[in-house]
């Protein structure tokens, strides 16, 4: 053995403790004595022994006494005890197994018969504390593996919802790109009738005198003068419309990059608005929350080498963290009145040298406590209410960025001042990028 065995004997007789003693030291054991029961747990707790020796009959607490106080204690229950005694009575050693003795020897006993059982008794300690780490080791190890897999199956879920919301999305785009640009096409035709018409119109009213009273009753009730000047208004606002329409459909379809398998070079900036625009119904006033407001201060980036579609995911999921932040705080302290962007979300990003570019998203929420800080990226861990959120947002961002990018993701926060997560990437993949 690499650790010599400590046996604590526990006899009130000098001579008693003299021979077992010597046999246990021939043995190779190291040995400590305790004249009482006492002294032996006193002795026990500080010293640790493997295995304890012990008397039934001593002066003061006996044998039985000795072991029960020894196998209550946290600190010593664990330590195996052997009796040792002339009672030879069945139920005197019925009693000592029942209070957790794990064998009994009856004196006077032989030097070889103590010797193979201490030793025997040792051996089992020793392969039941193998035993326990063992099973901790794998117990630990089948945690992790659990943990592993639920990861990898919301990873899996989180993906495929992802992938469907980027089918949904590139499909509704599809489907409203073609009578829009169908209608926003024709409204230039219907623009040049119309001023064709109101031109015939004017033409007509110079020469109306003598047109007969029904037309004229029938332009006075049209109020063809209205019309005439509304109608260019109406024209150029639906032109607006159905262009803002073109703009929206160009973001949805930006943001659907889903099924993108390679590096591309993109605009972060345009990632980054096609998922303001995902999100912009969270933004407006509600009657429970005021408004959020966007500051936007954009730098010079150069076209970033990325996956888009998994780089507009981590926008998504620090976004929505922000804006869910920013509603909680709303609910809990009414704002002032006359404060009337009380919740405010500023994106600000920049090029940090020839190879690198920033994007920081920080809200002035209440923030978050260190201790939070130090969990935020590990799976399943969320501070939101059951049914809320699955821990996992913030996860598949770390994994997104750290691993699919080689970037870095930072949270930076301190309580009532906000948080604030920066997200650094190289520009180019192809090459091996530095700090």
């Known amino acids: 053995m690499i650790n010599t065995p400590l046996i604590l004997v526990v006899d009130d007789t000098p001579a008693n403790l003299e021979v077992v003693a010597e046999a246990l030291d021939n043995a190779g054991f190291e040995v400590a004595i305790a004249t009482d029961g006492e002294r032996a747990i006193k002795q026990a707790t500080l010293s640790q022994p493997d295995l304890i020796l012990l008397d039934v009959m001593m002066p003061g607490i006996n044998g039985f006494e000795t072991c029960r106080r020894l196998k209550t204690a946290p600190a010593t229950c664990d330590i195996p005890v052997i009796f040792m005694t002339a009672l030879s009575d069945t139920t005197d050693k019925v009693t000592g197994f029942s209070l957790g003795a794990v064998d009994y020897v009856t004196k006077p006993f032989q030097e070889a018969e103590l010797i193979a ?25 089948l945690a992790d593996a659990l943990q592993q897999v639920q ?46 018409l109101l031109t015939f119109m004017q033409l007509y009213q110079q020469h109306s005198a003598h047109s007969a009273p029904e037309l004229q009753n029938a332009a006075a009730d049209l109020d063809l003068e209205f019309i005439q000047q509304d109608l260019p208004k109406t024209l150029a606002s639906m032109k607006m419309g159905t262009q803002r329409i073109c703009e929206i459909v160009r973001s949805l379809r930006n943001f659907s990059r889903l099924d993108e398998a390679d590096y591309k070079a993109v605009d972060i900036h ?166």
């Open 117 to 141: 059982r201490v030793t025997t008794q040792l051996k089992l300690r020793h392969l039941h504390q193998t035993l326990e780490l063992q099973v901790e080791q794998r117990t630990a190890e």
């Open 151 to 196: 990861q990898s199956q919301v990873q899996l879920v989180q993906s495929e919802k992802m992938a469907v919301l980027g089918q949904l999305v590139a499909g509704v785009a599809h489907e409203i790109n073609n009578p829009v640009n169908f209608i926003h096409g024709n409204i230039t035709h219907v623009q040049t009738y119309i001023e064709d």
């Open 270 to 435: 345009e990632g980054i608005e096609s998922t303001l625009l995902i999100l912009q119904h969270r933004f407006k006033n509600k009657p429970e929350s005021p408004e959020i407001r966007v500051i936007r201060e954009y730098g010079q980036l150069p076209p970033v080498e990325c996956y888009a579609g998994s780089l507009n995911q981590v926008f998504m999921n620090i976004l929505a963290n922000a804006i869910d932040a920013l509603e909680e705080l709303s609910t809990k302290h009414a704002y002032p009145e006359n404060k009337i962007h009380a919740g405010q979300i500023t994106i600000r990003t920049s090029a940090m040298n020839s190879q690198w570019v920033q994007i920081a998203i920080a809200d002035n929420g209440s923030g978050i406590s260190k201790e939070t800080q130090q969990r935020i990226f590990d799976p399943f861990f969320t501070t939101k209410p059951i049914g809320k959120g699955t821990g996992m947002g913030l996860s598949i961002s770390y994994q997104i960025i750290t691993e699919k990018h080689r970037g870095k993701l930072i949270c930076s926060s301190s309580p009532e001042k906000g948080t604030e997560f920066i997200i650094q990437i190289p520009i180019r993949q192809s090459s091996d990028a530095t700090d």
